[in-house]
């Protein structure tokens, strides 16, 4: 019998180990229809079934004309990329891995928002979808029960200001399971699937997700940035608690999160009594 066809597993050859891959994510006809389509709520979709990123053939697409709103989904990432140079584990069936094209009417000094606006995009809906409340670790993690589950990459070409390209990576853990992360992330991270009631169906996630995009990307177009701060203020994992700002030099700062301001920035009381307004680096929480 060919390993092959024990699923849930599929055993892929190496070249002098086996790996084993969880293949545990549950597809729904509309999965098949719509890559076969090549479509997905009236929008083109680029399928691969493997690829390294698909962030940077987004960012190849949208060069070359590819009109707004283009997905590009992936059922597996070699190269996949997360903020501040980390790698995104993206193992095959186990998670939801895409990128969309954008090319939104708005100022260059909004485009640093897009990131929290994405998020509030991804609560709504798993909120919406699954009724259970997730939070959101400023910038760009999505948290479910204090553990990441999810997380945004934004990049952007900005030849054109006036017609700018952005690319909004998103990656969520489904059935990923926990051994596949390093032994330092496993007490961080978490997957969907474990938190909801009813099989999660990808097809369904990601429609409900670019629904919300497309509604709150109108939003931030048309009435700005105010009420979806708000928003995402409810969904704040960091407000009035103490965490460690690791700056881009490496510097690290010890403080309370005041919350995000009206340009996204994250403020921070250092001990000292200074605050920080805080547009990059990384931001830890105590877990537990
Ligand atoms: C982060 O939390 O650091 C951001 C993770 C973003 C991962 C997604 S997966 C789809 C898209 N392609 C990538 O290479 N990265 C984003």
């Known amino acids: 019998m060919c390993c092959r066809d024990l699923l849930p597993y599929n055993l892929v050859e190496g070249q002098d180990v086996t790996v084993k891959i969880n293949k545990s994510t549950v597809d729904d006809v509309n999965w098949k229809t719509m890559i076969q389509k090549g479509e997905i709520a009236g929008r083109p979709l ?9 962030n940077c053939r987004a960012m190849e697409r949208g060069k070359s004309g590819s009109p707004a709103g283009t997905v590009v989904l992936a059922e597996s990432q070699t190269e996949g990329k997360g903020r501040l140079g980390r790698f995104w584990l993206s193992p095959v069936g186990s998670g939801l891995y895409f990128s969309v094209i954008l090319r939104p009417a708005l100022e260059p000094g909004d485009l640093s ?7 509030v995009a991804l609560c709504r809906t798993v909120r919406d979808l699954y009724h259970i409340m997730p939070a959101i670790k400023w910038p760009n993690d999505l948290l479910i029960d204090k553990r990441k589950c999810g997380g945004i990459l934004v990049e952007a070409n900005l030849h054109n200001l006036s017609s700018p390209l ?16 390093p032994k ?11 938190h909801v009631d009813g099989t999660i169906l990808r097809s369904e996630l990601l429609t409900n997700i670019l629904f919300q995009l497309d509604t709150i990307i109108k939003q931030f177009e048309q009435q700005g940035f105010e009420d979806i701060l708000k928003e995402w203020n409810n969904y704040d994992a960091t407000l009035g608690k103490n965490l460690t700002w690791i700056t881009s030099d490496r510097t690290v700062v010890q403080g309370v999160s005041l919350g995000p301001d009206s340009e996204g920035r994250l403020h921070i009381k250092s001990r000292d009594g200074r605050i920080h307004e805080v547009i990059s ?8």
């Open 166 to 181: 952005i690319i909004l990576g998103i990656g969520i853990n489904i059935t990923t399971p926990l051994e596949y992360f």
């Open 113 to 119: 928002k897009i990131t929290l606006v994405a998020g």
């Open 46 to 54: 680029v399928y691969f079934s493997e690829t390294d990123s698909t």
């Open 184 to 194: 330092e992330l496993q007490e961080k991270v978490t997957s969907l699937q474990p």
């Open 281 to 288: 680096g990384d931001i830890q929480l105590k877990t537990g």
